[in-house]
């Protein structure tokens, strides 16, 4: 496995997000419910960044025209998307989230 560093603990309050570039992808680390949640940042609507959005009920919502998107399967949960979005494996290791690329 690809564990790398995306993030600590400390750098995203709950219910927040942050955009990352990591290893030429455009990442946005979720930070919710206490867990934490790697997406790729782009809705795949329209281009807006999903790290921009806000973060409710275990979903992130595009800034841009408000479609939901499931954290834990990346499967769209309103209109206007249809097609989901990439979720990355994630684990805690001491303050470091890792993801799994």
């Known amino acids: 496995m690809n564990?790398?560093?995306i993030a600590t603990v400390g750098q995203i309050e709950e219910d927040e997000s942050l955009g990352v570039?990591?290893?030429?992808?455009q990442l946005a680390v979720h930070h919710t419910e206490g867990e934490y949640f790697v997406t790729n940042n782009i809705c795949t609507h329209q281009f807006?960044?999903?790290s921009d959005g806000f973060i409710e009920d275990g979903?992130?919502?595009?800034?841009?025209?408000?479609?939901?998107?499931?954290?834990?399967?990346?499967?769209?949960?309103?209109a206007p998307a249809t097609e989901p979005v990439k979720v990355y494996e994630v684990k805690v290791e001491g303050?470091?989230?890792?993801v799994n690329l």
């Open 48 to 50: 807006a960044l999903l």
């Open 3 to 5: 564990w790398i560093k």
């Open 95 to 98: 303050d470091e989230i890792l």
């Open 59 to 78: 979903c992130v919502e595009c800034p841009l025209h408000q479609a939901m998107f499931d954290l834990r399967t990346g499967e769209p949960k309103s």
């Open 21 to 25: 570039e990591l290893e030429g992808k």
